[in-house]
């Protein structure tokens, strides 16, 4: 593949959390019954599968890669190369204080999640969600919060307001929530201003 040689990247081909055989596509088929076919994306370093119901509908398509967001698949800036789709962590400034992960390919960052991990209280907040407006719908935004969520496996978990932005209301309308949208942080995450301070008062909005 060249696909390592080029300097900017897109998800050509749509991306879901996950792994192991998968039951249905993207688009809802019962793989069980339609067929599915199974490869591996050079370009993501990931198994991709193929569709057969939806390949046969549209003579192409139906392709899709699943992509693993265990914490041990995530890598630290130190531990990224040239190859394959990685989430990168970038740890928090202080302890409880907000974190980042990135989903990249290369040099192309194609979106991140912000997040608040207390380790003592067991609390995770979801601060935000972002990804670039030309790599939407590619599946980028629900790898992200799986890949957050795997690191505050049974946490108490709650996020920030989605506010009235509907790209960010119909991105959680499909994914589905974390938790509540009201975030409830413990001391340490106060200290560590993880909460806005308008974010505060939603409640009695
Ligand atoms: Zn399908
Ligand atoms: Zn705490």
Known sequence: MTGANREWRTLEVPIRPGTGTPK???????????????????DYWAPEWLCEACHALAG??????????AVE?????TGVDEYGLRQVVLPPPVSAGIGVIQLRLGHTVFGEVRLSLCPVDRRAILCHVEVEEKHRRRGAGRV????????????????LPIGRDP???AFCA?????GPASPCPCTHQVNAKVIPAESRWTKWW
Do not use: N, Y
Request: positive net charge.
């Open 60 to 69: 192409k398509g139906g392709v899709w890669s699943m992509i693993d967001t």
């Open 73 to 77: 698949r995530q890598v630290m800036e």
């Open 174 to 178: 499909r994914v589905g929530a974390v």
């Open 24 to 42: 249905r596509c993207p688009w809802g088929h019962d793989l069980a019954v339609g067929g599915v076919r199974q490869g591996w994306s050079q």
């Open 144 to 159: 992200l919060v799986k890949a957050a969520m795997e690191r505050g496996a049974k946490f108490e978990w709650s996020m």
């Open 167 to 169: 790209v960010a209301v």
